[in-house]
């Protein structure tokens, strides 16, 4: 990547309503201004001169004269490094570094001096050597390849499919509000995106996308997030072991259990973990078939089923025989409340029945119209939620 620091050489002779000539100055009739508002403001080119000067702003009127298109900020700059740069409190290789500006990362220019730029990226805000910086015209003509694009989910559940089409394959399914990366072009209304080491499209009625740019980052922000990245570490190690081995579960909670299931607290906590685990399993299941119709006394998920024929079809995926009515689910596994309701729970009104998400929502064939959806939990009277997991 070529970086250029263009010097300025030219001043502008006219001002507007005015002519500067050397020891004169002769008035002239001023422009008729126009609505729109310029972008350097009505106190003209040579305050925003002498304001560049009086900062020791060298070689910086094109940074003026180039805003991003969205008007981020006016001193538009890209780190140029390999990995990071330092970002130190003073201008100075011995002094102290108070953050870290990252490769592909954006910045503020605040301030030039010899050798090193004064910049502001994100919250971190110091000194970073002038040839790590991609600035003035050059970052106008890079600003396109920096940029991140995403999109936000906008839909309850939205299925990620191996192409672009509803008949091809569902690979997976994100939530509301969550953010995923565009990995490309969008093309016919999909978008293709990146969920974890999945890579598939997303149907983009139901997306939001925005564009942003990454940034660096403080030293406290840097040692918050190696907390937490090592945290979740841990925890993930210590889950996979009690998974393989249960008996372990005492060390990880750190209460009295055993293998046969004796014990008290940590017992308790492995049990509700894995009746978790496993009922998001089938829900994760159920929500593939979203969209697809509902028929009475059908039990087909992909070609229509009713409300207890999907959910007696969902469960026997994981090999759990349940009844073919409502009348008779009632009565399977056993009663908990409503307050205590876990993802894969059975919540059953009068003569209807759907499988509890979380956050008071069901999926359940509904009607003809809708057929299977998501809707509130709490539509109508609840009779009764079991569990059978």
């Given at each position: 990547?070529?970086?250029t620091?263009i010097?300025q050489?030219?001043?502008?002779?006219?001002i507007?309503g005015m002519?500067i000539?050397?020891?004169s100055?002769?008035?002239?009739?001023?422009a008729?201004?126009s609505?729109e508002?310029?972008?350097?403001q009505?106190?003209?080119?040579e305050?925003?001169?002498e304001?560049?000067?009086?900062t020791?702003v060298k070689?910086?009127?094109?940074?003026y004269?180039v805003?991003?298109?969205?008007?981020?900020?006016?001193?538009m700059a890209?780190s140029?490094?390999?990995?990071?740069?330092?970002?130190r409190?003073?201008?100075?290789?011995?002094s102290?570094?108070v953050?870290?500006?990252?490769?592909e990362?954006?910045?503020q220019?605040?301030?030039?001096?010899?050798g090193?730029?004064?910049?502001r990226?994100?919250?971190?805000?110091?000194?970073?050597p002038?040839?790590a910086?991609?600035?003035?015209?050059?970052?106008?003509?890079?600003?396109?390849?920096?940029e991140?694009?995403?999109v936000?989910?906008?839909?309850?559940?939205?299925?990620?499919?191996q192409?672009?089409?509803?008949e091809?394959?569902?690979?997976?399914?994100?939530r509301?509000?969550?953010?995923?990366?565009v990995t490309?072009?969008?093309?016919?209304?999909?978008?293709?995106?990146?969920?974890g080491?999945?890579?598939?499209?997303?149907?983009?009625?139901?997306?939001?996308?925005?564009?942003?740019?990454?940034?660096?980052?403080t030293?406290e922000?840097?040692e918050?997030?190696?907390a937490e990245e090592s945290a979740a570490?841990e925890t993930?190690?210590a889950?996979?072991?009690v998974t393989?081995?249960?008996?372990?579960a005492?060390?990880v909670?750190g209460?009295?259990?055993s293998?046969?299931g004796s014990?008290?607290?940590?017992?308790?906590?492995?049990a509700?973990?894995t009746?978790v685990?496993?009922?998001?399993?089938?829900?994760?299941?159920?929500?593939?078939?979203?969209?697809?119709?509902?028929?009475w006394g059908g039990?087909?998920?992909?070609?229509?089923?009713?409300?207890?024929?999907?959910v007696?079809?969902v469960?026997?995926h994981?090999?759990?025989?349940?009844?073919?009515?409502t009348?008779d689910?009632?009565?399977?596994?056993?009663a908990v409340?409503?307050?205590?309701?876990?993802?894969?729970d059975?919540?059953l009104?009068?003569?209807?029945?759907g499988?509890?998400?979380?956050?008071?929502?069901i999926v359940?064939?509904?009607?003809?119209?809708?057929?299977?959806?998501?809707?509130?939990?709490?539509?109508?009277?609840?009779i009764?939620?079991?569990r059978?997991?």
């Amino acid at each position: 990547m070529v970086k250029t620091h263009i010097r300025q050489k030219l001043i502008y002779s006219a001002i507007a309503g005015m002519i500067i000539i050397p020891g004169s100055a002769s008035e002239v009739s001023a422009a008729v201004p126009s609505e729109e508002q310029p972008f350097i403001q009505a106190a003209g080119i040579e305050s925003v001169l002498e304001k560049c000067y009086e900062t020791e702003v060298k070689e910086n009127i094109n940074l003026y004269l180039v805003p991003t298109e969205e008007g981020e900020y006016l001193n538009m700059a890209f780190s140029d490094t390999e990995d990071f740069t330092y970002i130190r409190s003073a201008p100075d290789e011995n002094s102290d570094w108070v953050g870290k500006l990252y490769q592909e990362s954006a910045a503020q220019v605040l301030e030039y001096l010899d050798g090193w730029t004064k910049i502001r990226s994100g919250s971190a805000e110091g000194y970073v050597p002038a040839d790590a910086l991609i600035t003035g015209s050059e970052a106008e003509k890079y600003a396109e390849e920096y940029e991140n694009h995403t999109v936000t989910v906008t839909a309850d559940v939205l299925n990620v499919r191996q192409g672009q089409g509803t008949e091809r394959e569902i690979l997976t399914q994100v939530r509301l509000n969550e953010q995923y990366e565009v990995t490309g072009e969008p093309s016919q209304g999909w978008y293709p995106v990146k969920v974890g080491e999945t890579d598939g499209w997303v149907w983009g009625e139901y997306v939001e996308e925005q564009t942003s740019y990454s940034y660096g980052e403080t030293k406290e922000e840097e040692e918050a997030r190696i907390a937490e990245e090592s945290a979740a570490q841990e925890t993930a190690a210590a889950e996979t072991s009690v998974t393989a081995d249960p008996s372990r579960a005492s060390a990880v909670s750190g209460a009295d259990y055993s293998a046969d299931g004796s014990g008290s607290t940590g017992a308790a906590e492995y049990a509700f973990g894995t009746a978790v685990s496993a009922g998001q399993a089938v829900i994760d299941y159920a929500c593939q078939f979203i969209g697809n119709p509902y028929v009475w006394g059908g039990t087909s998920l992909t070609d229509g089923a009713d409300c207890s024929g999907f959910v007696q079809s969902v469960y026997a995926h994981f090999g759990i025989s349940l009844p073919r009515t409502t009348y008779d689910m009632v009565n399977s596994g056993y009663a908990v409340s409503y307050e205590d309701a876990l993802p894969g729970d059975l919540i059953l009104y009068d003569g209807h029945v759907g499988l509890y998400m979380g956050d008071g929502t069901i999926v359940n064939a509904m009607n003809e119209a809708d057929g299977i959806g998501i809707c509130s939990a709490t539509y109508t009277d609840i009779i009764a939620v079991r569990r059978v997991i």
